[in-house]
DNA sequence: GTGAAAGCGCTAACAC
DNA sequence: GTGTTAGCGCTTTCAC
């Protein structure tokens, strides 16, 4: 045995927890064999496994992931950015990631970015700061000092819920030009001539409003009258933006809302002014969320597949993570208008 | 200049980032001078403190949190811990909790821990090999050992959403109980006689229909009838949840359900039948989330001030990580019943 | 006010 | 299959 080498000068207690180095001292062996007993059990002895696991139970040790990030350069930390949690409509999106990621060992890292992206950029900072393995962005990315900077960092970025024509990296996601003119087309088909949509005021919603009015032109329907509300939408949003539609385009016989809540607050105001749905007006919803089904009258509305968004979102990343090149990265999911009694 | 070193066998690449050493060589400073006029700037000259920021301009230097919270033993990373994200219940919380901590600097990893607690060991072991400087956490934690675990890591906890007589560590929310009977009397104050419960298959949700119940019977009402629904709780849940109601109970003249979205799918539900609320039927939610406002008829419902217990949560947390001791360690935020048109 | 040295707890790289 | 060594990028401790 070696002699101990003098004391030095200084003392740094560490945090008192259990490392590694205890566990590997109790089982007899080297740090480095106790991490490969860990990690990548096939490489070592059965008996070294054994002796470690022991080891391990004894002491109730949990590894710092914090240091193994740091010397693997692999943090194991995915961060998702929402423009607000409590919009519904993103929910089922960060749940199924959540779960996704926690099954592969892998943490989600929460951060809201506002509807306005006020906070991007200290966002983004904070995010890259604690080096991600991946970096999920729900909803557009508004400065581009935002995008040269999640370029330049070189950090996996999946983007969804949309189907930009310059993606950062890889993306999953769906057009919403096309859910527009869907909605249009479908409306259109059922006989509705009057059209109206009541949109929250962001930008994506903007886009399939926009879509929804340049189709319903092409089919040679009088212009959609468009009633923008605050993001994020909420069932007052939809009660108020019926009442304005109705001042505006009083004959309005049918109204693409942007949320499902929105369309169940079109729905409600609609019953308060005895204005019978489907028959006087169609409403059509945006998400399908849970409840679509089950207000009355059923609401018709687009499905958007957000839990298999998120879990292709972790499957993306964590490929990268382990060094695997995805295929495909940029994935259109598609949507369905699902046609109950609304409209 | 001194000669470089002879190269070492080993090369560690390291990840290619811009580090704090590059910071430092281009302000010429030493590393450590660098640091601190990025962390406690008044400790640096004017001069040293205007060279770092250039470099850091030019270089668009993003510090390592991995490795600043390896070295300091704080990772600025606060975990919180929820049943599932997707009942719309504790989302106020997220949402406040992770605003409240990103102002600080602070970022929110997020868990979900299932109603059921099954995955709750494995999640505890994730976050704690994470080592964030606090905990929160978000409904009942259900295993005894995940509690032994939390109180032997020494991690700041803070349990949210319920009063328990033995708090792990710091506390805020309020007493269940106290909902329950609160709600029994207000029923009964307005001459409800023949009560019932809607209520989520939870613990909490449990507590609150069992103290509704015994508080109607201390009232001297008929007993109370509990049915229950599977959580999370929906709005199909709330329909369904009505109609076993009036099967088993026909007379019922009240309903407390244990969610909003319960109590929405019991009006949905009475509406269809031509069941009058609140006429025939008083209607109270749990909750009073955006939408309880504006649906039609307004639902009575019981506040609870989500975004207070989020902020608070990250004000424990916080003071705690700077190292200072909080004050009171339970706090009861308290509920009220905000009455409407429902009940 | 500034700096040199040591080390946080872990893993990559190399050797045997 | 196991061990040695040298870091990952930062901050603490001590010294000037």
Redesign the pocket.
């Known amino acids: 045995m070696a002699a101990e080498p003098a004391p ?5 207690r ?2 008192g ?1 259990v ?3 205890d566990v590997a001292r109790l089982a007899g ?5 106790a ?2 007993a860990l ?1 990548t059990p096939a ?3 059965d ?2 496994r054994q002796k470690v696991a022991d080891a391990v139970a004894r002491t109730g040790y949990v ?2 992931r914090l ?2 990030g ?3 350069a692999r943090s194991r930390l995915v961060a998702a950015v929402v423009p607000t949690i409590s919009g519904p409509v993103f929910l089922e999106t960060v749940q199924s990631l959540t779960e996704a990621l926690a099954e592969r060992g892998y943490q989600l890292m929460l951060g809201q970015s506002g509807y306005a992206g006020s906070r991007e950029d200290a966002l983004l900072e904070a995010i890259i700061g604690r080096r991600p393995d991946g970096i999920v962005l729900t909803g557009i990315l508004h400065s581009t000092e935002g995008r040269r900077r999640l370029l330049a960092c070189g950090i996996p970025v999946v983007e969804t819920w949309d189907l930009t024509p310059t993606p950062i990296d890889m993306l999953v996601g769906f057009s919403h030009v096309e859910v527009g003119r869907a909605v249009a087309a479908y409306l259109h088909g059922k006989g509705r001539r009057r059209l109206g949509v009541v949109a929250g005021d962001d930008e994506r919603a903007r886009r399939r409003a926009g879509a929804f009015a340049a189709a319903a032109r092409a089919l040679g329907l009088p212009d959609a009258t468009v009633v923008h509300v605050p993001a994020p939408t909420t069932l007052k949003g939809g009660r108020e933006g019926l009442a304005e539609l109705l001042r505006t385009a009083p004959g309005t016989d049918a109204v693409f809302c942007s949320s499902d809540l929105l369309a169940l607050g079109v729905l409600t105001e609609a019953r308060v002014r005895g204005l019978q749905v489907p028959a006087q007006l169609a409403v059509v919803g945006f998400g399908d969320l849970e409840f679509a089904a089950d207000v009355e009258p059923a609401l018709t509305t687009v499905h958007i597949k957000g839990a298999a968004i998120g879990r292709q979102a972790a499957q993306f990343i964590v490929e990268r993570a382990e060094g695997r090149e995805v295929a495909e990265r940029v994935i259109d999911i598609g949507f369905a208008i699902v046609e109950r009694q609304s409209g």
């Open positions: 030095t000068r200084r003392a740094r560490g945090s927890a490392t590694l180095h062996v080297a740090p480095i064999t991490s490969r990690n490489q070592v002895s008996e070294v590894p710092n240091a193994g740091l010397a693997s």
